[in-house]
């Protein structure tokens, strides 16, 4: 049973445009969330965070809101650049908890000139 | 500050052989973190090690070892290797919420 679920395989997007990447998750007990980016023959690599008490932080072109009532989370990028293009991850945990980070099947963002 | 670092970049192995796979942390991290990606999915949990104690694992039978070591280097050990081993492993190291991945090590099991 998935508990973080990234529904969209697959996106393209023009450069210039947002990119808006879903993630949804079923454990409530999940209070941390990131967003890592990972391109080809390398590690993921962190991108942005939020705690489960904000619904919205950003960091430059990267912004990431929650939803806590319907355990929904997005990463939007603007504008979309070319060097955007890679797969994006949504991974979540829960502290106390006694669990690491569960990450969900990524996204593939493909950002066209 | 040197990032995440693991050797070797690929492997390959036959099936009931053991392997090992090796960490080093990013300079100041005391907590490192071991996934499996296998293609076309996210990394999984495998376990976690804090100052040199186990502190976390995920679900993976106990074929699949660790240690770590005083300067948080570590290892990722796995016996009786099957073809479904075969995957990317990843090492993550942390000193607070964030972790940071190195470039994995590829096994392949034939």
């Known amino acids: 049973d998935q508990q973080v679920k990234q529904n969209s395989p697959s996106l393209s997007v023009q450069e210039g445009r947002i990119s808006i990447l879903n993630c949804d998750y079923t454990?409530?007990?999940?209070?941390?969330f990131l967003w890592y980016k990972k391109y080809p023959a390398e590690g993921p690599t962190f991108l942005i965070s939020?705690?489960?008490i904000k619904d919205k932080n950003e960091d430059g072109r990267f912004t990431v809101f929650l939803n806590k009532s319907a355990k929904h989370l997005s990463l939007h990028i603007v504008p979309s650049q070319p060097g955007d293009s890679a797969v994006y991850f949504c991974a979540a945990s829960a502290w106390g908890y006694g669990q690491n980070f569960v990450f969900g099947p990524g996204t593939r963002l493909s950002v066209l000139p | 500050e040197t990032g995440v670092t693991q050797s070797p970049t690929h492997l390959i192995k036959t099936r009931g052989q053991q392997v090992t796979l090796r960490c080093s942390s990013q300079?100041?991290?005391?907590?490192v973190s071991w996934y499996q990606q296998a293609l076309g999915q996210g990394p999984q949990f495998i376990f976690q090690?804090?100052?040199?104690?186990?502190?976390g694992r995920g679900n993976f039978p106990p074929r699949f070892s660790g240690l770590q070591f005083p300067n948080y280097s570590s290892e990722l050990n796995v016996n009786a290797l099957e073809l479904d081993d075969s995957a990317l492993y990843l090492c993550a190291s942390s000193l607070s919420d964030t972790q940071y991945f190195g470039p994995g090590t590829r096994l392949t099991v034939l």
């Open positions: 939020i705690s489960s």
């Open positions: 454990n409530s007990m999940f209070d941390y």
């Open positions: 300079s100041g991290h005391n907590t």
């Open positions: 090690y804090y100052r040199e104690e186990e502190n």
